[in-house]
């Protein structure tokens, strides 16, 4: 750190994991003189390839459906904002927790969790596909921007955390998590990931689903408590403005409802965990970040809400069906014909063998470009 700069460390709580205590990179580089570690991380993610190409993933609508809804790439940088403002309350590492927000889906595949489920049928007897190992893969090995080794060379805690957010390592699913500490729980700021990354979809979702008309708002505010309180509490102070504006007032009333649930009740279990540095939180014994029952109970019912009214509607099967088909159909005519391939991914058959390169391959694709793929190879009129 430049000489007379201010400690950034010194306003974290106790329990809060600090970036001078880092166990480092795998490839020893020097740090910089002005960026913490966590900085650098969150620097990489974003300057990688990976993460530009989220823009033109699917969250539930594809691209082309409109300009307005979200991509894998606007609901990154969702949760990356609720991550830094519960961090902040908690005293936790914005730093670390914004670099976990924006790395955390760099491993989902196009077309939403569609993708995901092919690309498991299809490497069900080679190891399976799961987008927190696609996006330590990508990590680690398969982004390809520096001279001196693979990958970004994130710190061992960013890459623990793509491990763990989702919950305790099953090294027989997941063998090369071995080295992050599987029998100890992550820093809260990992934990943090996964309920701030369900807070941002809902809330999203919601509000994407009533644009597309896909949803009803009188149904919805009628079903789903977390949404109508606040839709009436609006209606009530707003009589007289426009009805997009008040349903605007009460998804920002679900998700303010969410957020600050989500600190309060982090904050006790803290307190009556009486963890008071990141050792005591790793070996806590269970997670200390997580909503009330109550509001939990409540949250289910949305998510339940969600899945069959918004997920599976006839419109969002329909475009699932399409893609289904596309993927299956490029993954395999790759395995048929791998010189189809890019002569730089086909480079990476010996290392990694066909079947994993044609994982890694396929998930990289955004919706946009597995469609335009898929005329080329399959569409006589369309040159290649």
Request: net charge negative; glycine share 6%; proline share 5%.
């Given at each position: 750190?430049?000489?007379?700069?201010?400690?950034?460390?010194s306003?974290?709580a106790?329990?809060?994991?600090?970036?001078?205590?880092?166990?480092?990179?795998?490839?020893?580089?020097?740090?910089?003189?002005?960026?913490?570690?966590?900085?650098?991380?969150?620097d990489?993610?974003?300057?990688?390839?990976?993460?530009?190409?989220?823009?033109?993933?699917?969250?539930?609508?594809?691209?082309?459906?409109?300009?307005?809804?979200?991509?894998?790439?606007?609901?990154?940088?969702?949760?990356?904002?609720?991550?830094?403002?519960?961090a902040?309350?908690?005293?936790?590492?914005?730093?670390?927790?914004?670099?976990?927000?924006?790395?955390h889906?760099?491993?989902?595949?196009?077309?939403?969790?569609?993708?995901?489920?092919?690309?498991?049928?299809?490497?069900?007897?080679?190891?399976?596909?799961?987008?927190?190992?696609?996006?330590?893969?990508?990590?680690?090995?398969?982004?390809?921007?520096?001279?001196?080794?693979?990958?970004?060379?994130?710190?061992?805690?960013?890459?623990?955390?793509?491990?763990?957010?989702?919950?305790?390592?099953?090294?027989?699913?997941?063998?090369?998590?071995?080295?992050?500490?599987?029998?100890?729980?992550?820093?809260?700021?990992?934990q943090?990931?996964?309920?701030?990354?369900?807070?941002?979809?809902?809330?999203?979702?919601?509000?994407?689903?009533?644009?597309?008309?896909?949803?009803?708002?009188?149904?919805?505010?009628?079903?789903?408590?977390?949404?109508?309180?606040?839709?009436?509490?609006?209606?009530r102070?707003?009589?007289?403005?426009?009805?997009?504006?008040?349903?605007?007032?009460?998804l920002?009333?679900?998700?303010?409802?969410?957020?600050?649930?989500?600190?309060?009740?982090?904050?006790?279990?803290?307190a009556?965990?009486?963890?008071?540095?990141?050792?005591?939180?790793?070996?806590?014994?269970?997670?200390?970040?997580g909503l009330?029952?109550?509001?939990?109970?409540?949250?289910?019912?949305?998510?339940?809400?969600?899945?069959?009214?918004?997920?599976?509607?006839?419109?969002?099967e329909?475009?699932?069906?399409?893609a289904r088909?596309?993927?299956?159909?490029?993954?395999?005519?790759?395995?048929?014909?791998?010189?189809?391939?890019?002569?730089?991914?086909?480079?990476r058959?010996a290392?990694?063998?066909?079947?994993?390169?044609?994982?890694?391959?396929?998930?990289?694709?955004?919706?946009?470009?597995?469609v335009?793929?898929?005329?080329?190879?399959f569409?006589?009129?369309?040159?290649?």
């Amino acid at each position: 750190m430049i000489s007379g700069t201010r400690d950034p460390e010194s306003a974290l709580a106790p329990y809060a994991q600090r970036a001078s205590a880092t166990r480092g990179r795998r490839h020893r580089e020097e740090e910089a003189p002005y960026r913490s570690a966590f900085q650098r991380d969150r620097d990489r993610i974003i300057h990688s390839r990976a993460f530009r190409r989220l823009e033109y993933k699917t969250q539930v609508f594809v691209n082309h459906e409109g300009d307005h809804y979200r991509t894998r790439l606007t609901h990154s940088i969702e949760v990356s904002q609720i991550g830094r403002t519960v961090a902040r309350a908690l005293g936790l590492n914005e730093d670390l927790v914004e670099s976990l927000a924006l790395s955390h889906d760099l491993g989902h595949t196009p077309f939403g969790h569609l993708g995901e489920d092919v690309l498991a049928e299809r490497m069900r007897a080679l190891g399976g596909f799961n987008h927190n190992r696609q996006t330590l893969r990508i990590v680690e090995h398969l982004e390809e921007r520096y001279p001196d080794f693979p990958g970004l060379n994130l710190t061992w805690e960013v890459r623990e955390a793509i491990a763990k957010h989702s919950g305790p390592i099953d090294l027989g699913s997941a063998p090369e998590f071995a080295e992050y500490d599987p029998g100890l729980l992550p820093p809260l700021e990992a934990q943090l990931v996964d309920p701030v990354d369900e807070i941002a979809y809902n809330h999203h979702d919601v509000d994407d689903g009533l644009e597309s008309g896909l949803l009803d708002v009188e149904d919805l505010a009628a079903s789903v408590p977390l949404f109508g309180e606040p839709l009436r509490a609006a209606r009530r102070r707003r009589r007289s403005s426009d009805e997009r504006q008040i349903r605007s007032e009460a998804l920002r009333g679900l998700i303010d409802g969410l957020v600050t649930d989500l600190i309060r009740t982090t904050e006790a279990n803290v307190a009556a965990a009486g963890v008071a540095c990141v050792r005591k939180v790793r070996e806590a014994g269970r997670p200390l970040v997580g909503l009330s029952p109550e509001v939990a109970a409540e949250n289910q019912v949305l998510k339940k809400y969600l899945r069959e009214r918004l997920y599976h509607h006839h419109r969002i099967e329909r475009m699932k069906d399409k893609a289904r088909r596309v993927l299956e159909a490029l993954f395999d005519r790759y395995l048929e014909n791998p010189r189809l391939l890019p002569d730089d991914t086909r480079r990476r058959v010996a290392i990694d063998g066909l079947e994993r390169t044609i994982a890694d391959y396929v998930a990289g694709m955004t919706d946009r470009y597995a469609v335009e793929e898929h005329r080329r190879l399959f569409d006589p009129g369309v040159r290649v």
